[in-house]
């Protein structure tokens, strides 16, 4: 490459969100030097940022948030402008399981990677920025009404988002205490290509080509809302440029569903995808033991994101899922790489 104009380390961009993100900074900004630090768990996998690694403004550099030399080492050897934070142990599910590990992750992997920018930058913050990425779950449960605003009061409720609401927590006191330049977003749920079919939407999509039961929670009467994961880079890559120092930007996509509305949409969806008769996919829905501390409804108002940086959704759900239904029809090698191994020990201790 030719200047170097900024470097943005990126932590888990080898997950989900973090390989769209990866992408969209190497591919858009050819003079930014994109380092993706991940550990490479379950969840991060090289195969997603394939299509960027030859790239001259890409770098990966396989390290762990919680290990302080470890990251040290990368500070000195990158020495990062920008860090977008998103790496973190991700799924409710997992935590209920083996929370320790989300504690461990979420809190000391986010204090290191603090302690580590502050160290680094040496309280010279001039073009430096902490941006953490956040969840919509740190604000608790919404009943039918009402949505979650920035000031919605913190009332985490499973270890995952407790976790997320320290480590938000410990991001806005390196602020506080040190001054250290950071801005948070919290998102609501993503979907979209490249996700683990750990998630609703993958294994779902999976199960149903597979002709494999869909475990529907509880009655399915919870509501998320759904967002294209490409529209939730799109609103990092805002944030980061143009969001203030210190704020708090909510990231939603006005999509609020009912986890059975959703699930017969995709069954209708990919019955037609698939060549079934209509409402054979839905011939597959079981409703089994309810999450323990299953979250009623989670509903984003991302006003502030559209009134101060005219940031919206760009898709229309139908759209987006149709074009995620393909993605994950058409990419089946993906999808069999990651679910062999340890995912079938996975699956079989979650669902029987
Ligand atoms: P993911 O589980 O798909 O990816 C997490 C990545 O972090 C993986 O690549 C993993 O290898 C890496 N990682 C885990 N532990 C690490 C460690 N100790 N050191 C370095 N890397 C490590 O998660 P995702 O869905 O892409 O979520 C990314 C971030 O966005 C998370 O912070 C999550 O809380 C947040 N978020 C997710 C959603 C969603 O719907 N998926 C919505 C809002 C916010
Ligand atoms: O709101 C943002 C959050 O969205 C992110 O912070 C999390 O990282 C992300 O995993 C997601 O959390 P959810 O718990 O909402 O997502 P999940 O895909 O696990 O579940 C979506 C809904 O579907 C939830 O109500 C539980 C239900 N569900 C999920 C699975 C995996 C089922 O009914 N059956 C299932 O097998």
Redesign the pocket.
Known sequence: MEKIEKTVLVTGGAGFIGNHVVRRLVNKYPNYRVVNLDVLSYAGNLENVKDVERESNYDFVRADITDLEEIRGVFTTYAPDVVIHLAAE????RSIEDPLIFVKTNLLGTATMLQVAKESWKDNYEGKLFYHVS???VYGSLGETGFFVEETPYDPRSP?SAS?AGSDHLVRAWGHTFGLPIVLSN????YGPYQFP????P?FINNIKLNKSL???GK?V?V?DWLYVEDHARAIDDIMHKGKQGETYNIGGHNEYR?IDLIRLLCKLMDKKLGRPEGASEGLITYVTD?AG?DMR?AIDATKLKEDLGWMPSLQFEEGLAKTIDWYLDNEEWMTGVTSGAYQTYYEKM?G
């Open positions: 991700s799924h409710v599910d969840t919509d779950e995952y997320k998102c609501s749920n993503n750990e998630k609703l939407l294994l475990p529907v929670y399915g919870n998320r986890n999450r299953h989670y669902y």
